[in-house]
């Protein structure tokens, strides 16, 4: 049996702490994986100096997850080309209004029996509906694409402090393969065959794109419009935090956003997603974690403390991190309201007309 060629695609605050995983794991699973493991990483000087080359040479991202090492057998490649050629696993991990066009580049540059999986937070909402991003990856590569998703922040993966976190594939053998790449004693998979379910549960807790993202990163103009749904939740988190709120209320925006995103997959989703689900990892378990130490509430709560702009705060505050929501809300509003269906999303609602039509903080608690 040859051995699985695994190449990481993208290398940010979470790509860099799954490589820490991956770079493990392909080492400690040797009857079935390469142990180089090729990440591609997005071309940057830091400190006058290419950070690929500061990466091959410390064998850390400093500008991205500083502080971790990263195993000596991750290989940093600023080609994208290069860095997928031939793979037979591939692991997508970059910022999801960047999904697309790294997607066309990597076109007939795959291994033929090559799989991907998909650990992007997101979702695109198009005219015609909405699309996942194994779909997007799919449909643009040709190649069938599980997902990973889960209660993880990065920083606290790194720092290998216990946590679980959920795979969706419906392919069982392709399954396990993924659950030996990533699976250790401080990052505890659960493989689960509802890919829909896990990437709908990761982008309805984080909101992003549409209109102003893409005005940001323009897509070709044939391409449907990207729309994820999902900080709203975490916003609304942030929001009661920079008011001062206890626990108490913060577990009240948790639980309506639970119940929006529960309504939001079955009406636009229905029989595809398993209720079970939102009881995994990449669930409940992933809202909460998001609304206590993300980075969406963290700027969501300086929002409220400062009064600064949230493009502003992003920049100030997140040193080249991408937030994978704020700018959307305008977006997903669009979306409900051409659908009337505003009313029926009180908490993503409120949560527009405040960060868009200037309503006071305090609506997150009085009108939703
Ligand atoms: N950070 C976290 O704790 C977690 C993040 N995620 C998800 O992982 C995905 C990736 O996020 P992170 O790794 O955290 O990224 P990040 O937000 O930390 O970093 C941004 C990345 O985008 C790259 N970039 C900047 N301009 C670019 C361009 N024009 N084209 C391509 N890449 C460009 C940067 O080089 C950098 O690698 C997102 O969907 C996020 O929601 C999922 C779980 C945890
Ligand atoms: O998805 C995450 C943790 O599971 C990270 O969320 P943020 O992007 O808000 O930091």
């Given at each position: ?95 999801h209004q960047?999904v697309r ?21 997101g979702l695109e909402i198009t005219s015609s509906g909405t699309r996942l991003f194994?779909e997007e990856?799919?449909r643009i ?59 709908l549960?990761?982008a309805?807790?984080?909101v992003v794109a549409g209109k102003n993202i893409m005005t940001?990163y323009p897509p070709p103009q044939t391409q449907p419009l990207p729309l994820s749904l999902s ?33 939001f997959?079955?009406m636009f989703f229905g029989?595809m ?54 700018l959307s809300a305008a977006e997903v509003h669009e979306f409900l309201s051409a659908r009337n269906m505003t009313?029926?999303f009180?908490?993503f609602?409120?949560?527009y ?16």
């Amino acid at each position: 049996m040859s051995l699985e060629k695994v190449c990481i695609i993208g290398s940010g605050n979470w790509g860099s702490a799954v490589a820490k995983l991956i770079g493990t794991n392909t080492q400690r699973h040797g009857n079935l994986f390469e142990s180089s493991v090729r990440q591609w990483v997005f071309e940057e000087k830091v400190n006058g100096e290419n950070l690929t080359d500061i990466i091959n040479r410390e064998h850390e991202n400093i500008k991205y997850l500083q502080g971790i090492k990263l195993p000596e057998n991750i290989v940093a490649v600023p080609s994208v080309v290069d860095a997928c050629k031939d793979a037979t696993l591939v692991v997508f991990v970059v910022p999801h209004q960047f999904v697309r066009g790294v997607c066309e580049q990597m076109k007939g540059h795959l291994a033929p029996n090559a799989r991907a999986i998909s650990l992007i937070k997101g979702l695109e909402i198009t005219s015609s509906g909405t699309r996942l991003f194994s779909e997007e990856i799919e449909r643009i590569l040709n190649v069938p694409c599980a997902a990973l998703s889960g209660a993880n922040i990065a920083d606290e993966v790194a720092k290998e402090k216990f946590c679980e976190s959920t795979i969706g594939c419906p392919n069982v053998q392709d399954g396990e393969l993924f659950y030996r790449l990533f699976d250790t004693d401080y990052f505890r998979i659960n493989v689960i065959q509802d890919h829909v379910g896990v990437q709908l549960c990761g982008a309805l807790k984080n909101v992003v794109a549409g209109k102003n993202i893409m005005t940001l990163y323009p897509p070709p103009q044939t391409q449907p419009l990207p729309l994820s749904l999902s900080l709203f939740l975490l916003v609304g988190a942030g929001f009661t935090d920079g008011l001062g709120y206890g626990s108490n209320t913060k577990a009240a925006i948790i639980r309506r956003g639970l119940m929006e995103m529960r309504k939001f997959g079955q009406m636009f989703f229905g029989d595809m997603v398993q209720t079970e689900t939102f009881f995994e990892s990449c669930g409940a378990a992933d809202l909460i974690t998001t609304c206590s130490g993300g980075r969406n509430r963290k700027v969501a709560e300086a929002f409220v403390t400062t009064g600064k702009p949230i493009d502003v705060l992003e920049k100030e505050l997140l040193n080249g991190q991408k937030l994978q929501g704020t700018l959307s809300a305008a977006e997903v509003h669009e979306f409900l309201s051409a659908r009337n269906m505003t009313a029926e999303f009180p908490l993503f609602n409120t949560v527009y007309r405040i960060v868009f039509e200037n309503a006071p903080v305090e609506c997150i608690v009085r009108d939703i």
